[in-house]
């Protein structure tokens, strides 16, 4: 060792090269990443934080600074990083800041609702990317939810949390007169108003409400019940809304496949939108209507289809960290399945037909994080 010591010092005398290490070590009391001061505030959360001792302080410490996040050529995260190369956008650099705001010293004295933080958490995308690459799995999204829902207690959010963030009720309320609306959201010059109420970026475009909802033509058809096994398709509010024929044909490939489709009785939504904006106690009301009103399927354990990737997110994440005691949210988390997964699962006696084509699959964020693509 003291030979070492000597050699090191010829090669480095000002000992800059990883100071500290070996020889002439630190003392175990010096520089500790805590040290004996640490004392974060303990404050109420609506996530339980079951893998981290039901404490957001000790979720916070979960980074040790890998920087696997800063990456650019691959994978999910992160992309708010990728775009900006700046530190604080980063899944590392939120993990910090949300520990400088526990500890209180530099930041944080306004707690929940300090501006470094909400403006590092601005660009997350809350594509839990970094909750399957990253090494110690950080979960920017959950935390971002819980910080969001915190500062904007009794406060007025931005214009566009109430459009997009509440587009289920809305929707539904457009249901009732979608030709009119589209008129509306789709006519020059009142679709420049409408995307300006609504806060949305000019050049997007407003899409198009259905004539007809899944759920409305579902009802309508004649009764399937042919004895065979029950499957609940998931009528999740873009495919309801919006893009009917998907569910459909879902309908179609699941009675192929030798199952009795149905849907849940009562209009429902898993709240997606809502964990962006914050909306964390709408949210939880909605996921407790979900468990009463499915509680006899959950008991039977009859499966529950998703083609939304987003909203099966919901069930086998959000929920069980919302509820992580909960036994029928436990249930439903394991009978939950992509239509994929559920065809190399539970249908495999279904033979598709074979087209001789290439395909090419842009994978959904949280089908990537959550459910892996291997179906």
Known sequence: MEAFRQFKTVWDPDWKMNPGKIVRPFRADENLRLGSRYNPAKLPTHFKYPGDQGSFARATLGCVGVGECRKTKEGVMCPSYQA?????????????????MLQGEVIGKNGWR????KEALDLCLACKGCKTECPVK??????????LSHYYSRRVRPRSAYTFGLIYWWSRAASLFPALINFFTHKPPLRGVAKAIAGM???????????????????????HDNGALEVVLWPDTFNNHFNPEIAIAAVAVLEAAGWRVTVPERSLCCGRPLYDYGMLKLAKRMLRQILNILRPHITAGVPVVFLEPSCAAVIRDEMLQLFPDDLDAQRLARQSFLLSEFLQKKAAAIEPPQ?????????????RAIMTMND
């Open 114 to 117: 300090d501006e470094h933080v």
């Open 355 to 367: 087209l001789r084509r290439r395909a090419l699959v842009q994978g959904h964020c949280h089908h």
């Open 201 to 223: 970026a000019p050049g997007r475009s407003v899409p198009a409400f259905a004539r007809q909802t899944f759920t409305s033509w579902f009802r309508s058809r004649p009764s």
């Open 138 to 147: 950080v979960d920017m999204a959950t935390y971002k939810a819980e910080f």
């Open 84 to 100: 900006t190369g700046e530190e604080m956008h980063s899944t590392r650099g939120r993990a910090r800041l949300l520990f400088e």
